[in-house]
């Protein structure tokens, strides 16, 4: 993977196909291997960049705490190291606030999907996701908290696959301290000063986050649409990856 230096950080990222730019953020502790589900099927038709925030795989720890605006110019650092003058922004839970964050304060941004997120921090409780990299089996425990039982029931198999993966990737209990400290505080208020399009993913039955939260974020958006799935869970982009990955392959295309 490539890397680009930023405040003295080393920022690990990677990128496939050619056309827009299409940029993913991870949630909170995790790596780039939360988009194994979307990064296929939109690249080609565009250019994918997933990339390893402060604390996760070979990119380098925070030496503090983390904020919304560090992840923003974090991604930005990213995008310039590939000459990429504008770009769609694909984030999930804290990834999806950084991703409005960074349409407020960087002219690079175009079309926003946002899954599983919300307009202020307090609104996502991350904490019961958190497991020990070095536990593979507490990084499949807690997953309980990412899917929802059908799924987890279904396809055991992709849970072994998740499991190793974040025992890869993830952050440790430090890094995921700092980047947990990006929600204190935050709110993206006032929400209707982002004309970018949007579009909201949710699961119904995502219990980290409060049930109203994408249904608010899509009304208050100035061109928010929504996509709701109400059996799915927190990694709704995993569950229906289908549907999602049709969403916002139909999303992308549509002229602004």
């Not at 309980?144 to 025992?167: C, I, M, N």
């Not at 709701?228 to 139909?250: Q, T, Y």
């Amino acid at each position: 993977m490539p890397t680009v230096e930023r405040d003295g950080t080393e920022l690990y990222y990677e990128t496939a196909g050619s056309g827009e730019t299409v940029a993913f953020v991870p949630d909170i502790g995790t790596g780039a291997w939360l988009w194994g589900w979307q990064h296929a099927a939109l690249a080609g038709p565009y250019e994918t960049v997933v990339w390893n925030p402060r604390g996760t795989g070979e990119s380098s720890r925070p030496r503090g705490d983390l904020s919304m605006r560090t992840f923003a110019n974090d991604l930005d650092a990213v995008l310039a190291d590939i000459g990429a003058s504008a770009t769609h922004v694909v984030g999930c839970g804290l990834g999806a606030m950084v991703a409005l964050e960074y349409a407020r304060r960087k002219g690079r941004a175009r079309k926003l999907v946002l899954v599983s997120g919300a307009g202020r921090g307090d609104a996502y409780d991350p904490e019961p996701l958190f497991a020990d990299p070095g536990d593979e089996r507490a990084c499949r425990e807690t997953l309980e908290y990412a899917f929802s039982d059908d799924f987890r029931s279904e396809q055991p198999d992709a849970l072994d696959d998740v499991a190793a993966w974040r025992a890869s990737e993830d952050a440790d209990r430090e890094s995921w301290d700092r980047q947990r400290a990006a929600l204190d505080d935050w709110d993206a208020d006032p929400l209707y000063e982002l004309d970018n399009p949007a579009l909201v993913v949710d699961g119904g039955a995502d219990d980290l986050l409060d049930a109203s939260a994408g249904e608010r974020l899509a009304d208050d958006l100035p061109r928010g649409e929504r996509q709701s799935f109400p059996d799915a869970s927190h990694f709704v982009h995993a569950e229906r990856s289908r549907a999602v990955n049709d969403a916002v392959l139909g999303f992308l295309d549509t002229a602004d």
